[in-house]
């Protein structure tokens, strides 16, 4: 194991193609739910407790080896919006792509080949970790810091909020991810009966509306 593979995999910089999603944040812009900084930490914290926590579950059991079918449907029955489950596919492919790169190997290959059109991303996420020699903690915190960064990052270009007050949210909510990390991963070990199914349905109806918009700054 190794926690520069883990630093690698966190990257902002990984082509994993998650700079052009917002995780919700657009469309909560638009709708003037999210202003300043203290709305950009209500938001991530939010985020972070709900699609984070199922999210970071899944990259989770991906990382100890679970059945990837199984955790591919459950995403699937997980993400009720049409729109963030074609993200979450998207985000799949590219950052399979990227993986298959970084830690080639068969377990990504055969990933690849079952999900030609892509997997969900965290299932992706935790293959990559289990491939780059990681544990499923480290896939669990990988989560759940792009639960909050992804929002954090596109604020800052969205309302022009200051990098180092969006860098401060993220230090503020630092506990909150750790929390978070370790429930999920507690979860996964317990197997795929017991994965949360936190969600929240503000996101998934908005995310309906943003595919909608002719003109956006992010894919989601």
């Known amino acids: 194991m190794t926690r520069s593979a883990l630093l690698v995999l966190a990257d902002g910089r990984f082509p994993a193609g998650g700079h052009a999603h917002s995780g919700g944040a657009e469309a909560a812009v638009k709708a003037g739910r999210l202003r300043d900084a203290a709305d950009l930490e209500a938001f991530c914290r939010g985020r972070l407790h709900t699609t984070g926590l199922t999210a970071a579950a899944l990259a989770a059991a991906a990382a100890l080896g679970a059945d990837p079918y199984e955790l591919d449907a459950a995403a699937d029955a997980r993400t009720p919006s049409p729109a963030l489950r074609a993200a979450a596919r998207r985000l799949g492919r590219q950052l399979m792509r990227a993986a298959r790169a970084a830690w080639p190997g068969p377990e990504l290959d055969r990933l690849a080949t079952a999900f030609p059109r892509g997997a969900h991303q965290p299932v992706v996420l935790g293959t990559a970790a289990r491939a780059a020699g990681l ?29 180092f007050q ?39 109806l908005t995310a309906e509306q943003h595919a909608a918009w002719p003109v956006r700054l992010f894919a989601s």
């Open 135 to 163: 544990g499923p903690e480290d896939a669990a915190h990988c989560v759940a810091y792009e639960t909050v960064g992804g929002p954090a990052t596109a604020v800052v270009r969205l309302l022009g909020l200051d990098p």
């Open 166 to 204: 969006a860098t401060a949210v993220l230090a503020r909510l630092a506990p909150a991810m750790d929390e978070v990390a370790a429930r999920a991963t507690a979860a996964a070990r317990e197997g795929l009966d017991a994965l949360p199914a936190a969600s929240a349905p503000l996101l998934d």
